[in-house]
């Protein structure tokens, strides 16, 4: 039967394996990817080959404001019978900056708007209108582990503030440094998972939310506001880790994304997938009063 689905994040990387997966493996899902100004019409255009259903939404994930209007104009969509039913949510679009003091028009961190509050501004404004069996996704990442075995010692650990210091610039020790940036990075993916496991208890029955954790995909666009030197070694020499255990091909990335999306992983709510398997995220991650904390500052925070 024919759905739609919504994800964030599709325009390079892995989303843009994921995208082509799902479309190829589900073809009768109607794929609306939410992307900044005129990118998601070609991206629409790219991926609506083949026959392949694809629309798009802009919006700047970086305000909330542009958040908000996608998801509204994406529920009159749905309402006015211009989308088929919604069954899943791809929240797979992330940044990382090389300090933590870039602002958005909010008044927020972006760092902390783009992977945490756009994701919880859509799953807000379009969990009532899910059609059916649904499934959330959110990426997140193993750097929120902190240690040299998930993430080679090249970002810092999660450095947790009550959510009100996290959502503001300025939040981690020499604010204007890259090492902050990347803290502000890893802190924000164990934001991520802290709402996925509020949602799994929040949210109705029959919508599954599952966090999923590429691993260390070199030569995506995450280093895309980092410094020439290091854009150079995300791109031309890093990838060769990925023939390592030690790292994850875009492709193989890509995939497994896809594969969470679609259910082919089977994975309970509230779970964390590493690549191809439910797994446990890391031990600091399951704090129930600061997921509710959490929660609440969201709300407050993007008041939907």
């Known amino acids: 039967m024919k759905h739609t689905i919504v994800m964030t994040g599709a325009s390079r990387g892995i989303g843009r394996v994921a995208a082509e997966h799902i479309l190829r493996r589900s073809p009768e899902a109607h794929l609306l990817v939410v992307a900044r100004g005129s990118s998601g019409a070609q991206l629409a255009a790219e991926l609506s080959t083949s026959g392949y259903t694809v629309s798009h939404v802009s919006a700047d994930l970086g305000s909330l404001e542009s958040?908000?209007?996608?998801?509204?104009?994406?529920?009159?969509?749905?309402?006015g019978g211009e989308l088929p039913p919604l069954r899943g949510i791809v929240g797979n679009a992330g940044v990382q900056y090389t300090n933590?003091?870039?602002e958005g028009p909010d008044g927020f961190e972006s760092t902390f708007t783009v992977n945490?509050?756009?994701?919880?501004?859509?799953v807000r404004l379009l969990q009532d209108r899910f059609a059916g069996a649904a499934r959330i996704v959110i990426t997140a990442s193993d750097t929120h582990f902190g240690d040299f075995k998930h993430n080679l010692g090249m970002v810092p650990g999660p450095a947790w503030k009550r959510p009100d210091i996290l959502a503001r610039t300025g939040a981690f020790p020499k604010p204007d440094t890259v090492?902050?940036?990347?803290?502000?990075?890893?802190?924000?993916?164990?934001a991520a998972i802290y709402l996925v496991h509020e949602y799994?208890?929040?949210l109705p029955a029959g919508i599954d939310v599952v966090a999923y954790n590429p691993g260390f995909v070199p030569g995506t666009g995450l280093a895309r506001n980092a410094g020439p030197v290091s854009r150079f070694a995300m791109r031309h020499i890093l990838p060769v880790v990925s023939l390592t255990p030690f790292a994850t091909s875009r492709d193989t990335a890509g995939r497994y994304l896809a594969d969470v999306v679609l259910g082919t992983t089977e994975a309970p709510t509230g779970s964390?997938?590493?690549?191809?398997?439910?797994?446990?995220?890391?031990?600091?991650?399951?704090?129930?009063?600061?997921?509710?904390?959490?929660?609440?500052?969201?709300?407050?925070?993007?008041?939907?």
Do not use: C, M
């Open 272 to 304: 964390y997938v590493d690549r191809g398997r439910v797994d446990r995220s890391s031990k600091e991650s399951y704090d129930p009063q600061r997921e509710g904390s959490l929660w609440d500052a969201a709300e407050r925070f993007t008041a939907v």
């Open 67 to 79: 958040v908000r209007s996608a998801a509204t104009e994406i529920r009159d969509r749905l309402d």
């Open 116 to 122: 945490v509050l756009a994701n919880h501004v859509f």
């Open 100 to 102: 933590a003091l870039t």
């Open 179 to 190: 090492a902050a940036g990347r803290t502000a990075y890893s802190t924000s993916k164990l």
């Open 200 to 202: 799994a208890r929040r």
